[in-house]
């Protein structure tokens, strides 16, 4: 029977680790199918506190697993697959195994979703992005396309006017579906250039690891050509990675989970950190803070139950 097990090994997951670790309460780290979540796919990160020079988001995240380790904390390779939560101990199947705790920290994420095209992971990092906040300001004075029609996607396109030349928003459509005064923002924004009607079919150039046009087509002309540009946001939503926890804990309509105060779930002894709960910040440092939240509520819990 485990104290805690905490779900994901992204900055989330690794700080509830530390904190748990560090109450000797020895936690089992479920790393999931992407060990040290989306930091690891990124390279500089130059937000996080404390790096005057910015710091390697891999390496970023590796350091907390390892402080993690340092204080006992156990990480195993797997996947958590279905969970029974009506009842405690708390049970969880990972890959084939069933474990048991008495309470657990879900900060499983929430994935951003990709257009797919054939270059487009081989240049997340290099180009290719899903955060303006992160990454707008490598693009000062350069030529930034943003792809989406929601609310993000203009949020995003109109933060990104800060740092870019100009900023191109393309979206498949010739109807939007963000929000009357988000759209008019954008719209009213002279750095932002609107193409509707209009798919991307890949982004280049991965031979010199960065991006410097994306192949465009209009779906009404079917007229196909290149465009330059430098930083290729995709701004198309997120999917919380809840699968599991459905019909368990209360989720709201997009599948994050809804919080019932501080890292609370709606299943007492069932603690939130990180993105899979939060769809407005999506930092690196709000899903550490998080992660530090849910761990300290954890311990609260199993002191007043006498553990
Ligand atoms: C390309 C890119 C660049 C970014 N740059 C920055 C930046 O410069 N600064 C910044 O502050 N933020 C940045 N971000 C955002 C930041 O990475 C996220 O806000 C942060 O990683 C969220 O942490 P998290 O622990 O909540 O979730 P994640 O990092 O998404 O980690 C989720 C973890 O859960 C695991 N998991 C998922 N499902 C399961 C399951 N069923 N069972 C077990 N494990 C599971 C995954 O394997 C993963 O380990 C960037 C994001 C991206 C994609």
């Known amino acids: 029977m485990l104290d805690v097990i905490i779900i994901g090994s992204g900055c989330a997951g690794n700080t509830a680790a530390i904190y748990t670790a560090r109450a000797n309460l020895h936690p089992l780290v479920v790393a999931g199918k992407e060990p040290g979540g989306q930091l690891s796919l990124t390279t500089l990160v130059e937000n996080f506190p404390g790096f005057p020079e910015g710091v390697d988001g891999p390496a970023l995240v590796e350091n907390m697993k390892q402080q993690a380790i340092n204080f006992g904390a156990e990480y195993i390779h797997g996947q958590v697959v279905e969970a029974d939560l009506s009842d405690r101990p708390f049970k969880l199947r990972i890959d084939d195994e069933w474990f048991e705790s008495r309470t657990l920290i879900i900060a499983s994420g929430a994935s951003a979703r990709w257009l797919n095209l054939p270059n487009e992971q081989k240049l997340i990092g290099h180009g290719v992005s899903s955060c303006a906040t992160c990454d707008?300001?490598?693009?000062?004075?350069?030529?930034?396309?943003?792809?989406?029609?929601?609310?993000?996607?203009?949020?995003?396109?109109?933060?990104?006017?800060?740092?870019?030349?100009?900023?191109?928003?393309?979206?498949?459509?010739?109807?939007?579906?963000?929000?009357?005064?988000?759209?008019e923002r954008a719209r009213n924004n002279p750095k932002i250039r609107m193409l509707t009607d209009t798919i991307v079919e890949d982004v280049y150039d991965v031979s010199q690891n960065l991006v410097s046009r994306a192949k465009l087509r209009n779906l009404k002309t079917n007229e196909a050509w290149d465009e330059p540009v430098d930083g290729f946001f995709v701004a198309i939503g997120h999917i919380p990675n809840t699968a599991p926890f459905i019909g368990q804990i209360d989720l709201d309509p997009d599948g994050y989970i809804v919080s019932k105060g501080g890292a609370r779930t709606s299943r007492v002894g069932v603690f939130h950190a990180g993105d899979v709960q939060d769809r407005s910040y999506r930092q690196a440092i709000t899903a550490a803070g998080a992660g530090c939240m849910a761990a300290i509520e954890a311990e609260r819990f199993l002191e007043a139950e006498g553990h």
Do not use: C, P, Q
């Open 136 to 183: 707008g300001f490598f693009y000062r004075g350069k030529k930034i396309m943003v792809i989406g029609g929601g609310d993000s996607a203009m949020e995003e396109a109109n933060f990104l006017t800060r740092f870019g030349d100009s900023v191109t928003l393309v979206h498949r459509r010739d109807h939007y579906r963000a929000s009357k005064i988000m759209l």
